[in-house]
């Protein structure tokens, strides 16, 4: 089992930053690829950003190419999605989530999950 707890949402206006944490706690970490997926009220949820295992392989949605950054901390547990010139559009809950060794794009390729922090950006 791997346990998985988001922090850093909140409210914040368009253009400014806020830097997401996904701190794990269970199996050796530094085995899993992370993904940061999203969920709008009344929409699907949806990849966001991806990292493998060591860190060197990472995948952005369109939509936040060149402005946001995963990263991870194998030392530390942790991945952290870094979310800069932030825009309503980006509004929902954010979600990371795990699987061994590669990432994958789409949702159900991910075995673990936390429970979501929430980011809105107000225009």
């Known amino acids: 089992q791997v346990q998985l707890v988001e922090s850093g949402g909140g409210l914040v206006q368009a253009g400014d930053s806020l830097r997401l944490s996904c701190t794990a706690s269970?199996?050796?970490?530094?085995?899993?690829?992370v993904g940061w997926f999203r969920q709008a009220p009344g929409k699907e949820r949806e990849i966001v950003a991806a990292i493998n295992w060591s860190g060197i392989y990472t995948y952005y949605a369109d939509s936040v190419k060149g402005r946001f950054t995963i990263s991870r901390d194998n030392a530390k547990n942790t991945v952290f999605l870094q979310m800069n010139n932030l825009k309503p559009e980006d509004t929902a809950v954010y979600y990371c989530?795990?699987?061994?060794?590669?990432?994958?794009?789409?949702?159900?390729?991910?075995?673990?999950w936390g429970q979501g922090t929430q980011v809105a950006v107000s225009s």
């Open positions: 989530a795990s699987r061994l060794m590669s990432y994958r794009d789409y949702a159900t390729a991910y075995d673990y």
């Open positions: 269970g199996r050796t970490f530094s085995n899993y690829a």
